[in-house]
Structure formats: C-alpha cells, structure tokens
Nanobody, 123 residues
Framework: QVQLVESGGGLVQAGGSLRLSCAASGLTFSAYTMGWFRQAPGKEREFVAAITVWNGGNTDYVQSVKGRFTISRDNAKNTVYLQMNSLKPEDTAVYYC???????????????WGQGTQVTVSS
C-alpha cells in the first residue's frame, strides 16, 4: 500500500520560512517524479513544484514561487522536500505531495497523493 505522508506545515509570519517533507512508502520512490501542489480555501488545487527521479534532477516551479521555493529529494530516505522562503500570505494553503510514474518534470498524471499539510502565512 502506497503512503505519502507530509509534515512540516504550520503558522509563520510573512517573510519567514518553512520546510515541508513528504515521506513515501510502498513504492519504488526513486522511480517516481515527485510533485508538490497546494489548494487555498475556495480555490482549485494548483501545481507548485516537481522534481524528476534523480537526486538533484530536473525541477519545475509555478512562476509565483520561483526564486523562493526549492524542491529536492533524497532517494535514500524516500523523502521529497519543499523549502519555502520569503513566504507571503498568498502562499497560505494546504500543501500536498504527489508521486507520478510518468517520466519527465511535467507528467500528465500523478498516481498517488498525500493527505496534505496546512501552511498559514500571517501578514
């Protein structure tokens, strides 16, 4: 059974930082593109960042987080991270990690999803 478990969310002031982690089990982690998504209240879920299979692999970001967020992975620990710096109130959302069996940094589908972790940025 595949499980993706996010952690690291919380309440932070604008300008602060958080690091999200997503621990994966039940799948060959190193074979999956990993992504982060977020959903704010009343809005649709949006893509945030993705990283291909290799440690230090190709990455992709939504424009609004470029230069502030960094996605990384540790295949030895079956974990993907999202370092979030210079946080803004508009970054407030539930953040989800997801795993895709498709090759590439922009896969057409993600196969597995975590339960999400809340990030709240106060002004």
């Amino acid at each position: 059974q595949v499980q993706l478990v996010e952690s690291g969310g919380g309440l932070v002031q604008a300008g602060g930082s958080l690091r999200l982690s997503c621990a994966a089990s039940g799948l060959t982690f190193s074979a999956y593109t990993m992504g982060w998504f977020r959903q704010a209240p009343g809005k649709e879920r949006e893509f945030v960042a993705a990283i291909t299979v290799w440690n230090g692999g190709n990455t992709d970001y939504v424009q609004s987080v470029k230069g502030r967020f960094t996605i990384s992975r540790d295949n030895a620990k079956n974990t993907v991270y999202l370092q979030m710096n210079s946080l803004k109130p508009e970054d407030t959302a539930v953040y989800y990690c997801a795993a895709s069996a498709y090759i590439g940094v922009r896969p057409p589908k993600y196969n597995y999803w975590g339960q999400g972790t809340q990030v709240t940025v106060s002004s």
